[in-house]
């Protein structure tokens, strides 16, 4: 079986981890039968998504099974002179997914919401992940802002949009209404580890709305891959989950 | 690549039967929902994933009706006798002589082994409740899984002073290394959440008749625990000994 991972990085990062090259996520990649990853850089992450994604962009550029994701900073943040523009260069240059973690800088989502930036992605439909993890800190679990999410599937029904985090524990109940509430509301089953926690959100919506992210290169991939093979679900639905649901959201328009 | 990773990947079912060192019955948790966690459909699934046998503990950690939680869980393990080996849960924030009945009472019941959580339950005095523990354990050679034994120098002091205690770090983490490589009645659990490279750093550190996989159902999903290792580049025969060998013996040996 073959993995569409959703949530991969390269880069030196504060954290020494095990690789830092493309090339070398390739290999990694490859011995987990991990096809495609939507790869982001560790200074976007870290420091300033202005920097980090032009660089991504460059490092990235000869390898068709990484793609790029754009972290992103507000509209009006002062960061980008033009948003609309740096957003679709983004595009043109192959991005296909944009990347909101905004605990990281300290900004709202709901600011996100009221300051425009998501008028302008709402024009691309380009899959859109909200992500409020920083990774090792106090903000690694349940830690979504679900009225803000709230605020943007009421306003955009059909962009899609990512919930990811690191873990998903006692919010797994706000997740479920989530799913069954939204058409366009996407959930990275590699965020929650409860047990038969697949098994079951498969039954809200036949597995359509979920996708795998690793988190690499922090986590170990075998816990969400194990998860998924693990599952006593239909074949053709961890297919969908694994690789088919993300590719099919990342090639709508793009 | 390994076969029992290509079998994994493929989705084949995995001819190894499977020990489970640290799990969970109860059906009901705080924190969030528990899926299908009724005993049995829990059985079904371990017959479907090949798990021969589980050491398994009440789910309600915070040891509210802790006699209840245990109560349920001798029934569950005398009704699935063949699947499950029960540790009963302590509440160390209760007198001695509470505890004491309590374990007592669970003993005569079937239970095999005692479950520590301090860590859930607001306990002052922990390191002397736990000695209170370890002492009683001692005198009937009984196997101690907790949570988290605190410091590797208190687990290594109480190690000494009640050498017929089995004791099994419930969560794994590397602190532990040097007093299970030094001590032969520490087995480690490799539940936890693990950075990537883990699986195969802990193999080369740490003696690998020690280490063993817990699922930590019905907790967390079991593919969560089993992935890392089954898809990990440590050999077959490492994996068979963390996934089955090295906990079947400890039932065998010390459950019964």
Redesign the interface.
Same mark, same amino acid.
């Given at each position: 079986?073959e993995f569409f991972d959703l949530k991969s990085g390269i880069g030196v990062f504060s954290k020494v981890? $095990?690789y830092t090259e493309p090339e070398e996520l390739l290999k990694i990649m490859y011995?987990?039968?991990i096809k495609k990853s939507i790869v982001y850089h560790s200074l976007s992450r870290e420091i300033s998504p202005v920097e980090g994604n032009k660089i991504l962009l460059e490092k990235i550029k000869n390898y068709k099974n990484l793609i790029p994701y754009f972290v992103l900073l507000p509209k009006n943040s002062g960061d980008i002179d033009n948003f609309e523009k740096y957003i679709e260069e983004g595009v043109e240059n192959g991005v296909r997914c944009f990347w909101i973690t905004y605990n990281t800088f300290k900004i709202p989502l709901s600011h996100y919401f009221f300051s425009g930036t998501f008028d302008i992605l709402n024009t691309f439909k380009i899959p859109v992940i909200i992500d409020p993890t920083i990774p090792f800190s106090g903000w690694q679990t349940d830690s979504g802002d679900w009225y803000s999410i709230r605020l943007l599937f009421d306003k955009y029904n059909d962009l899609p949009i990512i919930f990811t985090e690191f873990?998903t524990?006692?919010h797994?109940?706000i997740v479920?209404d989530f799913l069954k509430s939204y058409k366009n509301f996407y959930y990275d089953i590699g965020s929650c580890?409860?047990?038969?926690?697949?098994?079951?959100l498969v039954e809200i919506k036949n597995g359509e709305n979920l996708v795998i992210g690793t988190n $690499?290169?922090?986590?170990?991939?075998?816990?969400?891959?194990?998860? $998924? $093979?693990?599952?006593?679900i239909p074949?053709e639905i961890?297919k969908k989950i694994g690789y088919e649901n993300l590719e099919k959201i990342i090639n709508k328009d793009g | 690549m390994d076969k029992l990773k290509e079998k @994994?990947?493929?989705?084949e079912k995995l001819e190894i039967e499977l020990y489970d060192i640290h799990a969970h019955i109860g059906g009901y948790n705080r924190?969030?929902?528990?899926?299908?966690?009724e005993s049995e459909k829990i059985v079904i699934?371990m017959e479907?994933?090949n798990i021969k046998k589980a050491i398994v503990m009440p789910l309600g950690v915070y040891v509210t009706e802790w006699f209840y939680q245990n109560e349920k869980l001798i029934n569950v393990c005398k009704k699935y006798s063949e699947k499950f080996v029960g540790f009963c849960l302590v509440n160390l924030n209760s007198p001695e002589r509470v505890i004491e009945k309590e374990i007592d009472r669970c003993r005569k019941e079937g239970i095999k082994g005692i479950k520590l959580i301090a860590a859930y339950q607001n306990c002052e005095n922990v390191d002397k409740k736990t000695e209170f523990i370890c002492e009683y354990a001692n005198h009937y050679k009984l196997p101690i899984l907790n949570h988290y034994w605190g410091r590797p120098e208190f687990l290594e002091k109480i190690v000494n002073k009640y050498p017929d205690v089995w004791y099994i770090c419930g969560h794994f983490s590397f602190i532990w290394k040097d007093i299970v490589n030094n001590y032969d009645n520490i087995y480690l659990c490799t539940c936890n959440?693990?950075? @990537?490279? *883990?699986?195969e750093k802990m193999v080369k550190e740490i003696r690998n008749d020690r280490i063993c996989w817990g699922s930590d @159902?019905?907790?967390?999903?079991?593919? @969560? *625990?089993?992935?890392?290792?089954?898809?990990?580049?440590i050999s077959d025969d490492i994996k068979r000994k963390i996934l089955s060998e090295n906990t079947k013996n400890l039932i065998e040996k010390y459950c019964k």
């Open positions: 079986m981890t $095990l011995d987990y039968s873990r524990r006692f797994i109940r479920i580890w409860n047990y038969k926690v697949v098994e079951k $690499l290169p922090f986590s170990d991939p075998g816990q969400s891959i194990g998860m $998924l $093979l693990t599952s006593d074949v961890k | @994994f990947l493929r989705g924190d969030y929902l528990i899926f299908d966690g699934e479907r994933l959440y693990l950075e @990537f490279g *883990t699986v @159902f019905s907790d967390l999903h079991f593919g @969560f *625990t089993l992935g890392p290792i089954l898809l990990s580049s």
